[in-house]
């Protein structure tokens, strides 16, 4: 079971299912590589404008996050390939949004402070 409120979300890549979810560690490092924010990317994908390489470092940090095994990056290579890039692409949309809104969030169930 996934918990929505820690930004995790299962994805389906190539007929498997993945628990995925970027911790805060990963998203400062991620922003830092790629020189631009969290909330760009999302903009970036939205727009059809990311690229492979991007997607897969992506997916390597969620995965890693989701799972808690330590995979590289010629394993997550592999199952982009598997799964195709429009599916990749998919699951990347679904890490962003649950890193940037979390279930709760999103329906309303927190109460403004």
């Known amino acids: 079971m996934v918990n929505q409120l820690r930004g995790e979300v299962k994805i389906d890549l190539g007929g498997k299912e993945y628990t995925a979810r970027l911790t805060i560690d990963?998203?400062?490092?991620?922003?830092?590589?790629?020189?631009?924010?969290?909330?760009?990317?999302?903009?970036?994908?939205?727009?059809?404008?990311?690229?492979?390489?991007?997607?897969?470092?992506?997916?390597?940090?969620?995965?890693?996050?989701?799972?808690?095994?330590?995979?590289?990056?010629?394993?997550?290579?592999?199952?982009?390939?598997?799964?195709?890039?429009?599916?990749?692409?998919k699951a990347v949309g679904e890490i962003l949004s649950a890193s940037l809104m979390p279930e709760s969030v999103s329906e309303g169930n927190v109460e403004a402070g």
Request: proline share 0%; net charge negative.
């Open 26 to 89: 990963s998203i400062i490092r991620l922003e830092e590589r790629e020189g631009e924010s969290l909330m760009k990317m999302a903009s970036r994908l939205s727009d059809a404008d990311m690229t492979t390489g991007k997607i897969v470092s992506i997916l390597l940090l969620a995965l890693r996050g989701g799972t808690g095994k330590d995979l590289n990056e010629a394993e997550v290579k592999k199952i982009v390939w598997e799964a195709g890039l429009a599916n990749s692409m």
